[in-house]
């Protein structure tokens, strides 16, 4: 059975062509299985491989992940993608991936109108703020609300650093 996907008109055509590009054809998906259907998302993919987060973010859930793109991990200051994928690196890449993560699927219209600071799977907490939009400590949710078998998934514009 396909998934549908909710997108508040707020963020646009653009956003809705990437969404489609995630849209499962014939299968129910996960978060990691969209993710990796979409060319968008590869450093993500990579770097959850890398720390051995592929089966937790396969489980149940539900999960609410705030998704950094590959433009959003280019951002990031030259060789910080490359030394986090380094095995010796590989518990501040947990860190840093476990913070993008919130136990729970919740999704823009549980966000609309509030500010709150949610805790993350990492621990730490993020400001959300959905009175203009929705922004997650300084990132901007681009796309909202892509569902997964195991929760759902918001497209942010930068990395969030714990």
Known sequence: MNRRFALK?????????????????????????????????????????????????????????????NAAFAALPEGTVENLLKPENKDTLVSILTYH??????TSDQLAGQR?????????????????????NDATVTAADIIASNGVIHVIDSVLLP
């Open 116 to 136: 709150l600071n949610v805790t993350t799977v990492q621990g730490g907490d993020v400001h959300v703020d959905g009175t203009d939009g929705v922004t997650v």
């Open 9 to 69: 008109a707020t963020f646009g055509a653009a956003a809705i062509a990437f969404i489609a590009a995630c849209a499962p054809m014939d299968k129910e998906m996960d978060i990691v299985d969209i993710a990796a259907g979409n060319d968008d998302f590869s450093t993500l993919v990579a770097a959850v491989g890398a720390a051995g987060l592929v089966d937790t973010l396969k489980s149940d859930g539900p999960f609410t992940v705030f998704a950094p793109t």
């Open 101 to 106: 993560v919130v136990p729970g699927a919740i």
